[in-house]
C-alpha cells in the first residue's frame, strides 16, 4: 500500500539505533497508569449507565449499586493524575509552528507517510491535541459529575441545572471515549516501542529519530542539521 | 391488574355460557383529588406514613400549614398550601395533596439506566423497585413534577407507589380511604374522569368559578392521579403544579438522539481503526541515517 517503501533505506537498524534512551520518568508512568485504570473504571461504569445493552458491565465491577458509588470516586482519582500530567507534561504540550504544519499534513501521517513531516518535539501535534482535550474534558466532566453526584444536594429551584449536567457529562465523555480510542489505538498497535515505552521508560534512539526528531536531537546534543 | 388475572374465562361442569365472557373490564386505575373539597387536615399524609411504615420525623415551619417544604423519601403524601389573594382582595387558602402522579409516559422511567428499577403495571400504576435501583437520581432528573427522591442512607430513590400492595389485592389506596370529607376518591380512570367533570361543571356553573377544570396533562400522556382545580388556567397556584409537564428536552435529547448518535460513533470509531490498521498498518522505527548519529 505505502508507496514510498520504495524510496526508503532499508529496514535494518544499528547496535547504535537500537541503544535506549529514557522517555517517561517512573513518576511519570506510574501517573499515566493511575489515570489509565481510573479512567478505563469511569469508562466501563458509564457505559453500563449509558445503554441497556451495557449495563452487564456494571456486574464486573460488583453490581449497579456499587457501580453507581465508586464511578464519581474515581472520577476524582482521574482528575488527580489529570492535574499532576498537567505539572509534568504541560509545558512539552504547547503547540508551535511546526506543529500547525504537521497538523495541515495530518493525512501523511495517517497514510503512514511519515518522512513527508515536519519534525516533531516530545510530543507531536495529535498527542498535544488528545492531551488538552483531555484536560478541559476532565474540568467539564468533574462539573457536570458534582450535580450529578450529590442528588439531595441539588434543589428544585436549580432543577436546570441537572438538565445541562446530564447533556455535558454524556456528550463529553463520548468524546473522552473517541480520543480514548484512538490513543490505545495508536500507543498499542499502531506505532511500535510506544506501549513499551510508558512500561519500561525507554525508547530506542531509532524511535526516537523516527518519530520524535526535533526531541531526539534535543536529548542526544546533536545539532539539527540543514537549519 | 389482580381483576385482570382473575377474570374467569372457562368453568368446568357448567351449564351455559361463562356469565361475563366478552366483557370489556377496565382495569387503568386512578386516584381523583377534588382540591375544591380538601380541608388541609393531613389524614392522608398520616395514613400514608402509617401503611409504608415510616415513622414521623421533624416539620419544618415555614410560616404556613404545610408539614415541610416537598415530599421527601419518606414522606410520599403532602398537602401543599398557598394563601392565594384572588383579583376581588378576598383570600383562599389552596390546598393540593402532591404525590406520585404515575404518568402514562414516566419521564423517571425513561431516565432509569437501571434493569428493572421502574416498572408500569397495566393498570397505570409506575412503581420504584428498589431491590434494583442503584441510587443514580437519573429519575429525579426525568420527571417533571419533584416527586422522586433520594435517600443518602439507603443510596436508593423512593416515592408514592399509589399503595400497588394494596390495590393489587382489591384494596384503595391507604390515603383514600383516611380521606374524612370525600375529596378523594379511586376508580378506574374513564370513572374518575367522569366524575372529575361532573364536579367541575357543577363547580362553574353553580359556584361560580368559570376556570375550574380537571387537570389531566397530555403532555406526559395523562396521569393516573388526577386533580379537580378551581382554576385550570393556572395549576402553579395550587403549589407549584406545572401547567404544561412533558419530559425535559434535555432527558429526551440525551436518550434518544445523542445516545443513537453515541453508539455509531462508538461502533464507527472502533471499526475505523480496525479498517486503518489493515490498509496501512503498524508505524516502525527506521534506521538512523550516519549524518543524524553521534556525537553523543
Redesign the interface.
Known sequence: MSTTDTVRRPRTTTDFDEELIPRYTFVERVNHWFGAVTYSYCLITGLAFWTPYLYWLAAIVGGGPTARFWHPWFGLFFTVSQFFMFMQWGGDMEVDNDDRVWADNIKAYIENEDDKLPPVGRFNWGQKIYFWAMVGSTILLLLSGFVLWYVEAVPWSFHILRYVAILIHASVALITIGLFLIHVYMSTLLEEGSFASMVHGNVTRAWAWTFHRKWYYQVTGKSRPNQ | MSQASTEIIRISGHAGTVPGAGLNREFQVCKLVDTTTCIGCKACEVACLEWNGYTFSQTTFNNSYQTMP?TAWNYWNLIKFNEHERDDGSMMLLMRKDQCMHCEEPGCLEAC???GAIVQYANGIVDFQEA???????C??GCPF?IP??S?EA???FKCTLCNDRVSVGLEPACIKACPTGCLHFGTKSEMKDLAEFRAEQLRDVSGFADAGVYDPAGIGGTHVIYVLHDAKNPELYGGLPKDPHI????W??KKP??WL??L??IG??VG?AL??L???????????P??????
Open positions: 416537598e439506566p437501571a434493569d434494583h435501583c442503584i441510587g443514580c437520581g437519573y429525579v432528573t419533584n427522591k433520594f443518602p443510596h436508593k430513590v425535559p428536552y434535555s432527558v435529547l440525551w445523542l445516545k453515541g453508539n460513533a462508538m470509531g472502533i481503526l486503518h490498521y490498509r496501512v498498518g503498524p508505524k516502525k522505527e527506521e534506521p538512523i541515517p549524518e543524524d548519529r553521534g556525537p553523543s
